[in-house]
């Protein structure tokens, strides 16, 4: 199945995100670019766990995800439209803040990046979350480290 079919078949599960009671979930860049790119490693289980927790709920991505896909497309537009079976979660400023706390401990630890890295803000993004938001991610490290309380979904 193409990624495009896929992300069509996800896209009526979409529709039906806004019952509060359904469960919610963030996606991590590399298991969205992992079904896009159609990963020979990765692809099955990617696109596996997007499809039951698509049954379960929003599937979301936020803005930082968004900025690192986007070096995959010609377009703004073409990678909405890739997109368009997730829902787009945007980033609370507190999220921003517990962030850059993160990369601060990263930096006394011996961390050699001069600027926060995307997993910092997504990490954070779940954690701060109202509702336990999850998260569903193949890069587990520093997520672990600076963020223990946040349920990672990991192969």
Not at 62 to 88: G, P, W
Not at 148 to 155: A, E, G, H, I, K
Request: proline share 6%; net charge positive; with cysteine.
């Amino acid at each position: 199945m193409s990624p495009i079919e896929l992300t069509n078949k996800w896209a009526h599960k979409r529709m039906a995100s806004f019952d509060t009671r359904r469960r919610m979930i963030l996606v991590d860049t590399s298991v969205i670019a992992d079904v896009l790119t159609r990963d020979a490693e990765w692809f099955q289980w990617s696109s596996q766990q997007i499809e039951s927790w698509g049954d379960k709920g929003p599937v979301c991505y936020n803005e930082i995800v968004f900025a690192e896909l986007a070096v995959k497309f010609d377009t703004q537009k073409e990678l909405e439209h890739r997109l368009s079976a997730f829902t787009h979660l945007p980033i609370p400023l507190n999220a921003a803040f517990q962030a850059g706390k993160a990369f601060e401990k990263y930096r006394r630890a011996g961390g050699k990046k001069a600027r926060p890295l995307p997993d910092f803000f997504i990490g954070a993004h779940a954690y701060v979350a109202h509702l336990p938001l999850p998260l569903l991610t193949r890069d587990v490290r520093r997520l672990r480290t600076f963020f223990p309380s946040v349920r990672l979904v990991t192969p």
